[in-house]
């Protein structure tokens, strides 16, 4: 198939200081490209994800987007939906309402600008309660942890299939060392609290991600992990309404999300920076 010049931006999502983020790669004029071609993209990219902005199919949508990652396409992502949502806003894109609204594989989402930042509302869990012994059994063999050190597990899937385990400190967080072979057919999130003592009071959580069966093991920032995280620790009584994230310690970065819970909608937004803009021939 011939091809041609497609407007293109690289992005970094969840930091104020460009490189320190969550990279994505984002195809703004992707008419016409189909599923081979997007996946070919995405995984030479070899970024966590690559997105693909389409017109909106729904009335009410503004734009549509695909997501993929190096293996698979995703209904939905957090860090995509941002860096998505400020590539097409750059590039021009006019929204019809006060919000943005995106269509993706989960339905329509909404999201809005604020100081700076761009916000996205968190979609509904497609998968919640508790794992079986056997699920949690194996995501603490793959962790190298003992199951007394976990606090809690809940599932937390709004469409990437996360399964996040709440640990009693930061520093066991941050020290964790993944056995992926164990973790195959997991996507494991785990999140403590900061100390506020000690950490300084710039976050209240500390999370990582791991994804043992994409090209990306361990995910920078992860924007529908984090929103997942973040019903759970509002549905329990853990959060005040405003908190932070920090995400990324282990693999210098220095990602920063922002959540807020506003009536019935709970909000996770960042900042947003451009760092690479022109053409990708596809």
């Known amino acids: 198939m011939p091809t041609r010049p497609r407007?293109?931006?690289?992005?970094?999502?969840?930091?104020?200081?460009?490189?320190?983020?969550?990279?994505?790669?984002?195809?703004?004029?992707?008419?016409?490209?189909?599923?081979?071609?997007?996946?070919?993209?995405?995984?030479?990219?070899?970024?966590?994800?690559?997105?693909?902005?389409?017109?909106?199919?729904?009335?009410?949508?503004?734009?549509?987007?695909?997501?993929?990652?190096?293996?698979?396409?995703?209904?939905?992502?957090?860090?995509?939906?941002?860096?998505?949502?400020?590539?097409?806003?750059?590039?021009?894109?006019?929204?019809?309402?006060?919000?943005?609204?995106?269509?993706?594989?989960?339905?329509?989402?909404?999201?809005?600008?604020?100081?700076?930042?761009?916000?996205?509302?968190?979609?509904?869990?497609?998968?919640?309660g508790s794992p079986t012994r056997e699920e949690l059994e194996q995501a603490c063999r793959g962790l190298r942890l003992a199951p007394t050190e976990v606090v809690s597990a809940e599932w937390v899937d709004n469409g990437a299939g996360w399964l996040a385990l709440r640990l009693r400190d930061r520093p066991t967080v941050l020290g964790l060392e993944p056995d992926y072979a164990a973790l195959k057919g997991l996507a494991i999130g785990v999140f403590a609290p900061w100390n506020e003592a000690v950490d300084r009071g710039e976050a209240q959580f500390e999370v990582r991600a791991f994804i043992a069966d994409d090209g990306m093991p361990e995910d920078p920032v992860t924007g529908s992990l984090n929103a997942g995280i973040a019903q759970w620790l509002y549905r329990e009584g853990l959060a005040p309404d405003r908190f932070v994230v920090s995400q990324g310690t282990v693999l210098g970065r220095a990602g920063r999300l922002y959540v807020e819970r506003s009536g019935r909608d709970i909000w996770l937004g960042g900042h947003v920076s451009t760092c690479i803009d022109g053409q990708v021939r596809l």
């Open 7 to 128: 407007s293109f931006k690289q992005v970094d999502v969840f930091t104020a200081t460009p490189l320190l983020g969550n990279p994505l790669a984002v195809v703004l004029d992707a008419e016409g490209l189909n599923d081979e071609q997007m996946q070919a993209f995405a995984r030479w990219t070899n970024l966590s994800e690559t997105t693909f902005v389409l017109p909106p199919t729904s009335a009410g949508a503004d734009y549509r987007v695909r997501i993929f990652t190096a293996v698979r396409e995703l209904p939905f992502a957090g860090h995509p939906t941002l860096g998505t949502c400020h590539a097409w806003l750059e590039a021009g894109g006019i929204a019809k309402g006060e919000e943005i609204v995106q269509e993706c594989g989960v339905g329509l989402v909404r999201v809005r600008r604020q100081a700076g930042q761009l916000a996205f509302v968190c979609p509904p869990l497609l998968r919640s």
